[in-house]
């Protein structure tokens, strides 16, 4: 499978848990097969959304092993290779090749205070380690490293990376790394959830969003209207899921934090929908309360998701 | 061992590498019987000094292995567990204590954004999990959250952790967690290498100064100076520890970053002393050059430790 | 003039120095009358583009003397209000008012740390001290405050804030923003050279682009594409202004900083296209070398403008 | 009056308030004369305590006047001449030079972003213009920029500066500083509230403590015991002092930001003290609650200051 095939809506797929906080297997299968059947183009496991900074090494081989078991070559996956610097990354990257995903994701070192060129040199060390396409995930809120357009330009045209899934958040950096690489190189995947028809009618080869577990169906709407010239129809479909994605300001930021309500929300909303079975997140991410659920049910509700 | 012991000058060992970035266990070894002889109370391994961000499962497990064997009841083994999130930390603690450390020590979580009420709950979980004693680590400046003498005082009164690693550099805040706290609960250890007079002094328990690596005599003249009520003579000893600790500023801050400067400047001092056979950092960081090298011999000449 | 006027394309207008470093009130009126004549909406004075930070209060009230003369009614004119809190905003808003201009921005506090409730009274304090309608800046990488949508829905409801000049870089929540509030309340400038047809096709009511001293027409060109629907004509222009806002970069920034770099190219540019006397930035600022000034040259030359 | 005589306990003069929120005079002239008669060394107005963010500038005239009217040469007067540039910053030194203080006092420029260069060129164009010495005033918590002691010194080397105002909560970075310096060269005055004892033992040449404000004789008899060698004494009297610094923590951080907090403890405990009419603080500081100013008074109370 060519790695120029993971563009279109990727999303990046929550990790189900049972109640005693393993995998929940069958829950992730159905969601694997959810996803595949409403016609995504590609699977992330083991990004943000899919709770990696909290998973065991065991836990992420699981989720990688029921991922390409469940995509069977049908649609790419990839898989994220998140730790603090590029041996650990390494370690993540190779068991996640070994285990047949068709790319790894990996972000700039974290915890440790790393000069540019450091950074540099640690994309440059797990894409020499590894036989499998790397992409550069521009996380800063995560890491507290912002990847540079010239670095990633740079990084692509040496082959080190194929691609770049960008969550900075930083729309006019996005544009800009769009004007100034060349056609198609590197693969470039917006990982917004309410700008996505601007970052796809402006040349973004996809789109990687979190709210895309719970409705995958509008992404692709989404998408579908931008490849056929109809922005109109675009952004109005945008501004339906940005209305949807209100289901992340549920919990009280006075209670708990930014990744257990967002995570919470969407694992609540395909609990809801009947998708999974269990809404837990791991720890130390807080649950949501009842009414905080109710809220959300109102929200897909509303969506004429239930 | 009672945990209490763990307290007086606890260097956090580097760990000593091959050229090929294996973990050099003569010379870790070497290094532990170093310090063991010089008369350090303790030894902290897989800590920042220790490289820990950048070392695999297998190399961490290596270290444990050697650092018990070669303390054997000698001295105390605080160990590392660092990573993300509570289980992710959880998998480190357990194997380390199954290694037969003393204790093992925590970061706040860091990548995801974490509520106060979400930190708690990381070392509830951490404590819960793992049946040695915990250490948290106060080091904002890799997690991005710093501990309040609040909640660390609340943890100790729980039971939930032993003691506190101080890396914030805030020493006005030490000062504060010192005189708020109960006798000896929980137990404070600093890990500034260069006011340790003062907070040994304002009855900090213990110091864990990187800088010990590459003289721990230094460090344990200047903490009986203190026991010994003579604060000038600590002062003296201090200052002189400061001008050694120039060391971390010879690699140039324009092509490398603080660690690699920093902790390469403790493996080039190691080495010229004769200590570890290869002064070898891992990637991504950057090895120093030789004049800057030639730097960090100066400054061991004129302290006196070639 | 009713504050509704104000949008549309609004340059945060340059201020020219004579090599003294005194306003050059004659550059400044020959800039003022060529955004006019391009055909701009309205004039943002005192804006970080017009070095607000750097100029005294007599300079500060000598750009507004001459903007409201030049401007004369043809086009409204905005003037920063900028201070570390309101009694300070206070001051300068009332002399801006007293001088005529037709409405005052303000960001959130800074210097002082604040608390989201504080900044609100901060908002409603300067409001209610000064009778001309207020704008809320929101500029995060000065003041290290972003404005919620819900806090400046809130003011604007309550009458408090006429409109937002948004130059959070934050694409998302701007287009929640605009998806939040009702119409035309409150007003929405975008603060972006980059991404200003997306901006003002998800509803944005105007621009203030300091790229837009440089070529105003451009700006306007794109503004126009967007209001005709013509969103590949605006996209093409936007990429083009992307490619002469490459400009900022041309001075090296191991030297210098990002204002010296993006404020000096303006003015430069503006230098070069014969529309102000001399390039000189009020100090700190440091000036760009020849070679720098050439790069801007051979931008403006590719771009058409010389 | 010799520049080197602005050394020992010279604390930051709040700035007393009418229910009108105009400056007090005459609770500032009780205010000054109580430190003055307390013995302080000298008098640092219009600094962060003073509320120097928040006066205007006829409101800041008014307190050097004041200041300096009361002083009268019994005892230096330095004045804080804060804005976000240079030639702001000049500006208000030239007033103050004018009025009759002694030295001025400036940070790094704020709300800009300055390469370090930038930095220094601020500071050497602020010299270059006022006829009074020049204390660098080093406050990262405000603007965001670390005063580095290699700047500090060459500043103090070429004649730039007479002295530092270390509020950076760096301890270590004031005691290397202090190391790093010649005799007396620059003056060295530490912010600190909690680590004085330590700070004038290591070398300091005076404290300008916020607390000082409400306890002028605490810290005169801390710096008294340093002076006499007995740093035992002097630790029970940081301890003391401390204990009394807790008043800062009574307002509540869920409702008021750390300004109105400290600040307003500050004047509760004055106005309680009997020492100003009215414990108002400039907005968009919010005030305590009675209940939180009960606590305070029993914190005097217990301190034996009612």
């Known amino acids: 499978m060519s790695t120029a095939a993971i563009t279109g809506v990727v999303p990046p797929v929550c990790t189900p848990l049972t109640p005693e906080l393993d995998v929940d297997t069958a829950s992730l299968e159905r969601l694997l097969t959810f ?3 409403a016609g995504v183009d590609g699977l992330f496991v083991l990004g943000s959304s899919g709770e990696t900074a909290y998973l065991t090494d065991q836990q992420r081989a699981s989720v990688i092993e029921v991922a390409t ?4 070559g049908q649609v790419p996956v990839l898989a994220g290779a998140i730790d603090m610097t590029a041996p ?3 370690s993540h990257a190779r068991a996640a090749a070994g285990a047949g995903v068709d790319a790894v994701v990996a972000t700039a070192p974290f915890y440790t205070r790393t000069h540019p060129a450091e950074v540099e040199h640690h994309f440059r060390t797990v894409a020499a ?6 992409y550069a995930y521009d996380l800063p809120v995560s890491v507290h490293t912002k990847l540079s357009a010239q670095l ?3 990084l692509a045209d040496d082959g080190v990376i194929t691609g770049v899934k960008d969550s900075s958040g930083d729309d006019a950096g996005l544009r800009r790394l769009l004007r100034m690489r060349g056609v198609r190189r590197p693969v ?3 990982g917004s959830e309410l700008t996505v028809d601007n970052a796809l009618a402006n040349g973004a080869d996809g789109v990687v969003p979190g709210l895309g ?3 995958p169906h509008g992404y692709l709407a989404l998408a579908r209207h931008v490849r056929d010239g109809d922005l109109k129809a675009a952004a109005a479909e945008q501004d339906r899921l940005a209305d949807l994605f209100g289901m992340v300001e549920a919990g009280d930021p006075a209670r708990i934090g930014p990744s257990s309500a967002g995570l919470g929300s969407f694992k609540a909303a395909l ?4 998708i999974i079975d269990c809404p837990a997140t791991m720890p130390p991410q807080l649950p949501l309360t009842e009414q905080e659920v109710a809220t959300i049910r109102t929200l897909l509700d509303r969506a004429g998701l239930l």
């Open 188 to 190: 470039v995947l917006t």
């Open 88 to 90: 650990r990354v390494l």
């Open 129 to 134: 380690g590894v036989d499998v396409p790397l």
């Open 152 to 154: 990633l330009l740079r």
């Open 271 to 274: 609990h809801l929908r009947g």
């Open 69 to 72: 078991s469940v995509a069977a």
């Open 213 to 215: 577990n719970v409705d």
């Open 35 to 37: 996803l595949i059947e």
